[in-house]
């Protein structure tokens, strides 16, 4: 790629990460009040810090294979879903509420299938379990509608010469998972002072 090219891809990716960022919403879900009783608590995790917004590069890699017996493979997964600490679930409000974050159900869901398609006899295998996340994968994805353009066509792209795609501008998922991780010791805290 020519130097040009490189400084209009610097220029555009600031761009991209300046215009998601003007677009975060001006009422945080911290600031309101919420009983956690019923349907009333906030749609997103009400996160103390501002999320920043991070970019990634995405490409083909070799983890997270589809090789059962793999003992790298298996511990992936395994981190993966065991990640963080909690499983996807946090506690919010004053009587703690159990509420799970939708990221962590969507990779939930990739990690199931990920396990059917490596071992069809394991118990959460079935039909019901898989169909199941393919719904909530697939209205997941319409939910948030990625707008982001990807350069060629991926259906012609050769995987194993091209390994590198698009870098992208997405939230910081690493935070989020902290946030998550703090809430859930507090939560631990809380029902060992409980008990």
């Given at each position: ?23 975060v ?9 919420y ?74 869901c990739i990690?199931?299938?990920a ?28 939910c ?46 809380w ?5």
């Amino acid at each position: 790629m020519s130097l040009f090219g490189w400084i209009f891809l610097a220029v555009f990716n600031i761009s991209l990460l300046l215009y998601r960022h003007a677009q975060v919403n001006v009422w945080s879900p911290s600031e309101l009040p919420y009983t956690y009783i019923g349907d009333d608590y906030p749609i997103e995790l009400p996160i103390a810090q501002q999320l920043d917004l991070v970019a990634m590069t995405l490409q083909e890699t070799t983890h997270y294979s589809l090789n059962a017996s793999d003992p790298i493979t298996s511990a992936e997964w395994f981190t993966l879903m065991n990640n963080p600490y909690g499983f996807g679930r946090v506690n919010l409000g004053s009587n703690h509420r159990l509420l799970t974050v939708v990221f962590w159900h969507q990779m939930h869901c990739i990690s199931e299938m990920a396990r059917a398609i490596m071992n069809r006899s394991h118990p959460e295998a079935v039909r019901g379990h898989i169909q199941h996340c393919l719904n909530y994968l697939r209205q997941s994805f319409l939910c948030d509608a990625d707008y982001m353009l990807e350069a060629g066509d991926f259906m012609e792209r050769d995987f194993e010469r091209e390994r590198v795609a698009d870098t992208r501008v997405c939230r910081n998922w690493e935070a989020v998972m902290q946030d998550m991780e703090h809430r859930m010791e507090v939560s631990v805290e809380w029902r060992t002072l409980m008990a």
